[in-house]
T-cell receptor, first 116, second 116 residues
Framework: AQTVTQSQPEMSVQEAETVTLSCTYD???????LFWYKQPPSRQMILVIR??????QNATENRFSVNFQKAAKSFSLKISDSQLGDAAMYFC?????????????FGAGTRLTVKP | DTGVSQNPRHKITKRGQNVTFRCDPI?????LYWYRQTLGQGPEFLTY????????KSRLLSDRFSAERPKGSFSTLEIQRTEQGDSAMYLC??????????????FGPGTRLTVT
């Protein structure tokens, strides 16, 4: 079974600085999707960035980028120029590429604090 | 359309009572998912629907849990004979197929259940 591990329960960053959140996963599949979701306090979860495992190029969305290391099964999220609005729980998630498999596996999350 | 909505947002019930939650997905999203999230953990997959058909259920979905999506639009999740261990946030998400088969899930705000 696939598992997702986020080893950093909490992280903090100074406003305008850069922070990297770690995620590792375990799978025997070769094709899959990886995601980072953001869950602000008392607000709904939103997708930050996604990566298809068959793509070698790391995904980037504005200030958010990933470092995808397939062989190491590592998928870290880098947030550049951190803003106060980035404060939230961040969840790393895995989903199989198989059409009928919709079992999204989430890590336990990392709480990010942004200091002004 | 303003996104996935869930009602109620909060529910407090006594052990042994039945509760029902409702999820309204984004219009024309044919897939609908239910997750459970306990404090300090990431969401755990419970079940999902494609249109009105329930295609997958997690082992977490005990016999006391039942989900329906009668017309392929909104969905309900019922918990019978609630137990204190059922206390959690229940999240709903919806998605629609894109080119290439990727399904991006959009989450609702969740229903927080407290069983006393």
């Amino acid at each position: 079974a696939q598992t997702v591990t986020q080893s950093q329960p909490e992280m903090s960053v100074q406003e305008a600085e850069t922070v990297t959140l770690s995620c590792t996963y375990d799978t025997s599949e070769s094709d899959y999707y990886l995601f980072w979701y953001k869950q602000p306090p008392s607000r709904q979860m939103i997708l930050v960035i996604r990566q298809e495992a068959y793509k070698q190029q790391n995904a980037t969305e504005n200030r958010f980028s990933v470092n995808f290391q397939k062989a190491a099964k590592s998928f870290s999220l880098k947030i550049s120029d951190s803003q106060l609005g980035d404060a939230a729980m961040y969840f790393c998630a895995y989903r199989s590429y198989r059409y009928n498999n919709n079992d999204m596996r989430f890590g336990a999350g990392t709480r990010l604090t942004v200091k002004p | 359309d303003t996104g996935v909505s869930q009602n109620p947002r909060h529910k407090i019930t006594k052990r042994g009572q039945n509760v029902t939650f409702r999820c309204d997905p984004i219009s024309e999203h044919n897939r609908l998912y239910w997750y459970r999230q306990t404090l300090g953990q990431g969401p755990e997959f419970l079940t999902y629907f494609q249109n009105e058909a329930q295609l997958e259920k997690s082992r977490l979905l005990s016999d006391r849990f039942s989900a329906e999506r009668p017309k392929g639009s909104f969905s309900t999740l019922e918990i019978q004979r609630t137990e204190q261990g059922d206390s959690a946030m229940y999240l709903c998400a919806s998605s629609h197929p894109r080119t290439g088969g990727f399904y991006e899930q959009y989450f609702g705000p969740g229903t927080r259940l407290t069983v006393t």
